[in-house]
């Protein structure tokens, strides 16, 4: 009954806070401007694209730093003091800021033909991706070290921390962090599989004693659902960087402290097709110059196809509450 208080006292006080200043933060967003703007490519490459998402130019985006904020603020004066706590919140901090960058960016690009040329080009896209796997690997490694985790259980393999394990497993937290962002592409859609993953979370963390995570589960959980309601179709905003990133972070760390990286794998199966189909995608156009599906990620598919934007969303929210289900029967039986 007490981490039931805790959870839902983080929360309630998570939503309370975020909902006071999420109105006047979306407002803000609108006045200056900082909206996605979807324009047809020379080449038409995005003309799917433009067909299921063109209405939606204007919408203010970054509006995951109401989730970032409500988290970094009250985690500072509310969580306990312990290693977790410092640790989380600097790596928070971190992967917010990276969005932010990475959102501006996207802002500045277009203004500027020029900034455009540069920030499509190869080597941008490497540095970035090189900018995001050193904070990745900083976050691994500080976690294995200051939490004292010297090994994971992956399918009943025992996988022991060291040098080269963090290198690789950063690696892979890197495509974690990208399949869950791109799954940011429709009204209200990652956030419903977030929210499904941190409850299940808040789960694992209780039945494995991690309950340190709790708190930080609940400031996540609270500030989420007010997003939500700002999110949901027709959306008033997006979440962006700001908010996909530190999340992603959230997630697969409580993975990592938990030891059940695998059990992962199952509750967030969706996120996983979402980076297969994008990555099959760019890999068919390169080596047969056309498309394997008619838009990717896979969630634009089934709106290519008929779908409407709502009815796609609810049924991935539906199959990610069903793995999620299925990775906790998993996790009672192997764990």
Request: charged fraction near 15%; glycine fraction near 8%.
């Amino acid at each position: 009954m007490e981490q039931l208080s805790v959870i839902l006292g983080f929360t309630i006080l998570s939503m309370i806070v975020t909902a006071l200043y999420a109105p006047l933060l979306i407002k803000l967003l609108y006045k200056m401007q900082i909206v996605v703007r979807h324009s047809l490519m020379g080449n038409k490459m995005n003309e799917e694209f433009i067909k299921i998402q063109g209405h939606k130019t204007g919408t203010p985006t970054l509006g995951g730093l109401m989730i970032s904020i409500s988290v970094l603020v009250l985690g500072l004066v509310f969580l306990p003091e312990n290693n977790l706590k410092l640790l989380f919140l600097i790596f928070w901090g971190l992967f917010t800021l990276y969005g932010l960058i990475e959102g501006l960016i996207v802002y500045a690009r277009k203004l500027s033909d020029k900034f455009k040329l540069l920030e499509s080009s190869f080597e941008w896209r490497m540095g970035k991706l090189f900018v995001l796997y050193l904070i990745c690997l900083m976050a691994v490694a500080a976690t294995c070290k200051f939490l004292a985790i010297d090994q994971i259980e992956l399918f009943g393999i025992t996988i022991i921390i060291n040098t080269l394990s963090v290198f690789i497993g950063s690696f892979f937290f890197v495509l974690a962090m990208y399949a869950m962002e791109i799954t940011d592409g429709a009204d209200g859609l990652v956030t419903g599989q977030f929210l499904i993953a941190i409850i299940s979370y808040v789960v694992i963390s209780m039945l494995t004693g991690k309950t340190e995570l709790v708190p930080i589960l609940g400031l996540i959980l609270g500030s989420s659902i007010v997003y939500l309601y700002f999110n949901i179709n027709p959306a008033r905003v997006f979440m962006g960087g700001t908010g996909t990133f530190p999340i992603a972070f959230a997630i697969l760390i409580s993975s990592v402290i938990t030891n059940t990286v695998d059990i992962l794998l199952i509750i967030g199966i969706i996120f996983w097709i979402e980076l297969g189909s994008s990555a099959l995608q760019i890999l068919w156009i390169k080596l047969f110059k056309k498309r394997l599906f008619k838009i990717a990620p896979f969630h634009h598919y089934f709106e290519s196809v008929g779908w409407p934007e709502t009815k796609m969303v609810q049924r991935f929210w539906l199959f990610s509450a069903i793995f999620a289900l299925v990775g906790l029967w998993i996790f009672s039986l192997i764990k």
